[in-house]
């Protein structure tokens, strides 16, 4: 089946530390993204990638970093300095001017 | 920049009735437009999407969308909803490459009583 995996699902993390969260698709996409979703709030772009060792910017990046080391692959760092990190992130992949998005993974930081 | 902006946060219908969300955006070259849903628990999926041609589009399970150029809305529809129907509803565009990634709007949550 091809789609898009994250994972894992649920995630915890003790305040101060960086978590990496997964994003694997075998869509054969050139682009991928990682999205945040809170209550109310939407989903917000936090970086993106057009093709493989290239990557962007979003509307809400820092305290987040990505790398794109392989086609396949985008995974998100969230670091000590994002501020509120807990949240829902969810990846996506692009076809022409369509979005594929992963199951999403709920990160909580405590 | 653009900017997605739907006007009800929540929405509470019983079956049977008929369904309107709204939704306006704010760019002024061309545009993609779409409906996700996400259902308690489960990924986003796409409702439908506009992208050129006809301004009425047909999605899944019965809703359509509208795109009014003039007044910058792709609002959504259904004639009648079900229980089943009841999930989040986001509202999403981006700029005619779409490589820039999606401007969705803040959701309506809408719920549907038996």
């Known amino acids: 089946d091809g789609g898009i995996t994250q994972s894992p699902k649920y995630l915890f993390r003790k305040e101060g530390q960086n978590v990496t969260l997964s994003c694997e698709q075998n869509?054969?996409?050139?682009?991928m993204y990682w999205y945040r979703q809170d209550p109310g709030q939407g989903l917000r772009l936090i970086y993106y990638?057009?093709?493989?060792?290239?990557?962007q910017k979003g509307d809400i990046a820092e305290g987040y970093s990505v790398s794109r080391e392989k086609k396949e692959s985008f995974p998100l760092t969230v670091t000590s300095a994002q501020k509120n990190p807990t949240a829902f992130y969810l990846c996506a992949s692009r076809l022409g001017n369509e979005a594929f998005f992963g199951q999403g993974t709920r990160l909580t930081v405590v | 920049a653009q900017s997605v902006s739907q006007h009800n946060h929540h929405v509470i219908l019983s079956e049977a009735a008929s369904l309107e969300l709204g939704c306006n955006y704010s760019?002024?070259?061309?545009?993609?437009l779409f409906w996700y849903v996400q259902y308690p628990g489960q990924h986003l999926q796409l409702l439908l999407k506009y992208f050129s041609g006809d301004p009425l589009v047909k999605g899944i399970k019965g809703f359509e969308a509208e795109f009014i150029k003039s007044k910058f809305s792709f609002n959504l529809r259904k004639p009648s909803v079900q229980w089943s129907d009841t999930a989040e509803y986001f509202c999403?565009?981006?700029?005619?490459?779409?490589?820039?990634?999606?401007?969705f709007g803040k959701g309506t949550h809408l719920i549907i009583q038996p």
């Open positions: 999403a565009v981006n700029s005619g490459g779409g490589a820039d990634g999606l401007t």
């Open positions: 760019y002024g070259g061309t545009v993609n």
């Open positions: 990638s057009q093709i493989v060792n290239d990557f």
């Open positions: 869509l054969n996409h050139d682009a």
